[in-house]
């Protein structure tokens, strides 16, 4: 592989235009299709095989007219202090706002509190349920602005009104973070390379790469039902490999200019060397976020495919579009450990000859390996321990700021009906097998109102046929605590029971519903997809490193940075430290996703400072060095840059903790605190100190295995003895038919 990309590296070098102009016209290509194409909604939330989803979709074949999955606001009024909303005139504005909700074109129901018995015992509170067509991110400006009016005009009549629901949801803004979080990578890249030019290149990369890969996002967003969640972590994951991975060439390419190479063998070289890091590093993260698929719900999917292509961009981005514009910038790129002028280039150092500190730091880990190893051990071990209070949950109107008018309906609907009236749940009963229908919803409606935990079972709604019906329970505790979930697995079971009795199936929905059955489905597949990523991970870095116990020690490693990363998850969002510095408004349970989701693009984004670290130490031992020696030689090399890597990555990650979006902020502070542990802590202290303690072992390989294993050569070590044909005109023919 070293031999190819070297080839690769070199002819992007010599046919830079060529390389340049395809990369642009591919960006304009995509900006083209993105500005075109027409806007994307709200994608559909479907978790297939779960109760829940069923039960949706039962209710769109016998109640076409539903929308059972449409947008939906409710309307919250509260009488002034001293009076009720049963009074004349506070009905009657309670009434006209009702008429004007449901005089909306996307308007499917709206349901008069007065009638739909939709008023608190005190009388204080009452609300109007209104369904509409389409999905909240789908509604048109005029729907909104319709809903925010109506609301508005009963405000100045004298109520207190508030709208929840999702009917005014908007796509969530990221905030100017995101911007500074580039202007530190670009401090930092400038810090590590003492140059604008080479600083820039990286940088300039990372964001044509992330604009084809999010450009061509938006561009199918409307056809593949993508969410707006997905681009947004396409282009964070994107941006922060795209950075660090022209990163690594870009040094590997100041390195060999340093040893006197030409600008070309040079290019050539890095590509070769750097740049099959490069791409094992990138497989391991194109594994990860693919292997989301396993979880079976459509939306991580996307997801995980979008950003995985990302990353695809990145990778071939760097191997060629980086050897390409240094061939443009020429010297102004200047060896390794040479500086600009504006940088201070040309002055003396202060002590020549003095190692660096990634040398002076793996000299003392290889001194004291047991004690570096267990300090870092136990700081893991305890940034991990409120992992074990981990509570999982889907975000709903409760977790929103008490800012927002969707918070202060949920608090009003919780003072006026109760906590479980913020999550009803919605039966479904399938009596078209059963005899006697109706007979079969009222055993269903008598045995609910003698469970626990239940408060109201409204009366039951039919379809047309009669042989559908549909009843909604009010429990007695909020939406996300575990009374609520008990109850619903007290309704299945009745429901079990009913079926044998009557042969009506009784499925149980709604939102509630639904977010018990996704975190339980993810729960289930958590561990089945950590086997398989970490699995073929594994089979992949022993390829790569020709040796068992050093991708065993990377897999450990990982766990030990990703349970210390849902620690410091849970204690910022679930327990409230730190919530005021990050902007946390709300604390509450951890979204489901975010464990599955960690486990998959750490254990990508990990595998990156492994290959990346570590290969420059196999280089170094199968160049002849010992154990020991090739630990420091292999920090000597790659800790600045993979510190530098490290730096920016956290930053563009932080970026994103400035999101209005409760998920997106979760997620970027989830990645920025693992990528800490893990590059810091992990990679910088317990790699070195594990490698040191096993000395030659960590490089055995049964000869079996050895010999049935592919060679790939990251070290490039067949460079050494490949001879460059640099006058044969022929080589850019043999490399396009390679």
């Known amino acids: 592989m070293a031999t190819f990309l070297y080839k690769a590296g070199r002819l992007a070098f010599r046919r830079r235009h060529f390389v340049v102009l395809i990369w642009v016209a591919l960006l304009t290509l995509a900006g083209f299709g993105a500005a075109s194409a027409p806007a994307a909604g709200s994608s559909s939330f479907s978790i297939p095989g779960t109760e829940a989803q069923k039960a949706f979709d039962l209710l769109d074949q016998r109640f076409p007219g539903m929308s059972a999955d449409g947008a939906t606001a409710r309307v919250v009024f509260k009488a002034p202090a001293g009076e009720k909303v049963t009074d004349a005139p506070n009905k009657a504005t309670v009434k006209k706002t009702v008429k004007e909700l449901a005089d909306g074109s996307e308007v499917s129901s709206a349901a008069d509190p007065f009638t739909a018995h939709a008023v608190s015992k005190d009388g204080t509170v009452a609300y109007a349920q209104v369904k509409y067509k389409v999905f909240g991110m789908e509604l048109e400006d005029s729907a909104k602005d319709a809903l925010k009016q109506a609301a508005q005009d009963a405000r100045d009549a004298g109520l207190t009104v508030e709208v929840g629901g999702d009917a005014l949801s908007a796509v969530p803004e990221t905030g100017s973070t995101e911007v500074v979080g580039i202007v530190i990578a670009a401090v930092v890249l400038v810090i590590t390379f003492g140059s604008l030019i080479a600083a820039g290149l990286p940088l300039l990369t990372a964001l044509i790469g992330v604009g084809i890969g999010v450009s061509t ?51 050539g070289r890095a590509v070769g060397t750097a740049g099959s890091a490069v791409v094992f590093a990138g497989l391991t993260v194109v594994i990860a976020l693919v292997g989301l698929s396993v979880v079976n719900i459509p939306m991580l999917t996307k997801m995980g495919v979008a950003a995985a292509g990302t990353v695809v961009i990145a990778v071939l981005i760097a191997l060629t579009m980086i050897p390409a514009l240094l061939g443009y910038v020429g010297r102004r790129v200047k060896p390794a450990g040479e500086k600009s002028r504006f940088l201070g280039g040309g002055r003396t150092p202060r002590k020549p000859g003095r190692p660096n500190m990634g040398t002076r730091w793996a000299s003392f880990v290889v001194r004291r390996p047991i004690a570096v190893l267990l300090l870092g051990v136990v700081g893991l071990g305890a940034a991990a321990i409120p992992a074990s209070s981990l509570e999982l949950g889907l975000p709903d109107d409760g977790s929103q700021p008490t800012s927002t008018t969707q918070r202060r309906a949920y608090d009003l609907l919780s003072e006026g009906f109760g906590p479980g009236f913020n999550g009803p749940l919605m039966l479904v009963v399938d009596a078209k097998a059963s005899d006697d229908p109706k007979a079969a919803v009222t055993k269903v409606t008598d045995d609910v109102k003698g469970l626990k935990d239940v408060v109201t079972v409204t009366p039951a709604t039919y379809n047309k046929a009669g042989d559908t019906a549909v009843i909604t329970v009010v429990p007695d505790s909020k939406p996300s605590s575990s009374t609520t979930e008990d109850l619903v697995h007290a309704i299945r079971d009745e429901g079990d029971g009913i079926k044998a009795d009557t042969d009506a199936k009784v499925l149980v929905t709604g939102t509630t519903a639904m977010n018990i059955d996704v975190s339980q489905k993810l729960n289930d597949a958590l561990f089945p997809y950590l086997a398989l990523v970490v699995g073929l991970a594994f089979l992949l870095l022993i390829v790569v490193f020709r040796s068992i116990l050093v991708p065993l020690k990377a897999a450990l490693g990982f766990l030990l940075s990703v349970m210390a990363a849902l620690g410091a998850v849970v204690a910022v969002f679930q327990w409230g430290w730190l919530s005021g510095l990050l902007g946390v408004e709300e604390t509450g349970p951890v979204m489901s996703m975010m464990p599955i989701f960690m486990v998959g693009v750490v254990f990508g984004l990990a595998m990156d400072y492994e290959v990346f670290l570590v290969t420059r130490m196999r280089e170094a031992h199968v160049h002849g060095e010992k154990p020991s020696q090739a630990v420091v030689t292999g920090f000597k090399h790659g800790a600045r840059v993979v510190t530098a890597a490290a730096v920016i990555m956290i930053a563009v990650f932080s970026g994103f903790i400035g999101s209005s979006e409760s998920m997106i902020k979760m997620i970027g502070f989830g990645l920025a605190i693992a990528v800490f542990f893990d590059a810091f802590i992990v990679r910088m202290a317990l790699v070195p100190a594990v490698l040191a303690l096993l000395g030659r072992k960590a490089w055995w390989l049964p000869r079996w295995l050895d010999r049935a294993l592919p060679n790939v050569d990251v070290e490039g070590e067949g460079l050494r003895t490949w001879q460059p044909k640099d006058t044969d005109p022929d080589e850019d023919r043999e490399l396009v038919r390679a």
Request: proline share 0%; aromatic share 6%; charged share 20%.
């Open 217 to 267: 996002i938006t561009a199918l967003a409307n056809a593949l039902d993508l969410g707006s969640t997905t681009s947004t972590l396409a282009m964070m994951i994107g941006l922060a490999v795209g950075i660090d991975y022209a990163l690594f060439i870009v040094s590997r390419y100041r390195a060999e200019l340093a040893e006197g190479r030409e600008r070309e063998e040079a290019a």
